[in-house]
């Protein structure tokens, strides 16, 4: 994993693999760490979900429906297969954490990255549930300067 992930964005990336394996797919995407996000629970970015009401079986939902639609190339990332987005998504994760001044990138850079990652399944899948990058960046500054 890379060195500036938190715990919590380690095991979100591990419980990512293991949803993609739920859905019996051989790579990871967005939709996967989305999902992981809101499973985890405890991270800022899955509090930020939670205040909008957006629950895990929702997400689920929409994901389903999207990815019934279209599937994403693959490349390889650790373990499993990531498409081309999960890895800009991780990269942008990285960014975000800088640009918020955070030595660590936590899930709530994992979940701004995803909306700022134009067309994958995820920013699409939040943007259909209300969700802007403008919005969520600001319930998660917000709640990290409590």
Same mark, same amino acid.
């Given at each position: 994993?890379?060195?500036?992930?938190?715990?919590?964005? /380690?095991?979100?990336?591990?419980?990512?693999?293991?949803?993609?394996?739920?859905?019996?797919?051989?790579?990871?995407?967005?939709?996967?760490? @989305? @999902?992981?996000?809101?499973? /985890?629970?405890?991270?800022?970015?899955?509090?930020?979900?939670?205040?909008?009401?957006?629950?895990?079986?929702? @997400?689920?939902?929409?994901?389903?429906?999207?990815?019934? /639609?279209?599937?994403?190339?693959?490349?390889?990332?650790?373990?499993?297969?990531?498409?081309?987005?999960?890895?800009?998504?991780?990269?942008?994760?990285?960014?975000?954490?800088?640009?918020?001044?955070?030595?660590?990138?936590?899930?709530?850079?994992?979940?701004?990255?995803?909306?700022?990652?134009?067309?994958?399944?995820?920013?699409?899948?939040?943007?259909? @549930?209300?969700?802007?990058?403008?919005?969520?960046?600001?319930?998660?500054?917000?709640?990290?300067?409590?």
């Amino acid at each position: 994993m890379h060195t500036r992930f938190t715990k919590r964005v /380690e095991n979100v990336v591990q419980l990512a693999c293991t949803i993609a394996r739920e859905y019996e797919l051989d790579y990871v995407g967005t939709e996967h760490i @989305l @999902l992981a996000i809101r499973r /985890e629970g405890t991270g800022v970015g899955s509090h930020v979900l939670e205040d909008r009401g957006i629950t895990e079986a929702q @997400l689920k939902a929409e994901i389903d429906r999207r990815t019934k /639609e279209s599937l994403e190339d693959t490349w390889v990332f650790g373990r499993l297969p990531g498409t081309p987005n999960f890895r800009a998504v991780v990269t942008e994760a990285i960014g975000q954490a800088e640009r918020m001044g955070s030595e660590s990138v936590c899930t709530e850079h994992l979940l701004l990255a995803l909306l700022k990652e134009e067309g994958c399944v995820a920013s699409e899948t939040l943007k259909t @549930l209300g969700c802007t990058f403008d919005g969520i960046r600001t319930a998660v500054v917000e709640r990290t300067s409590k």
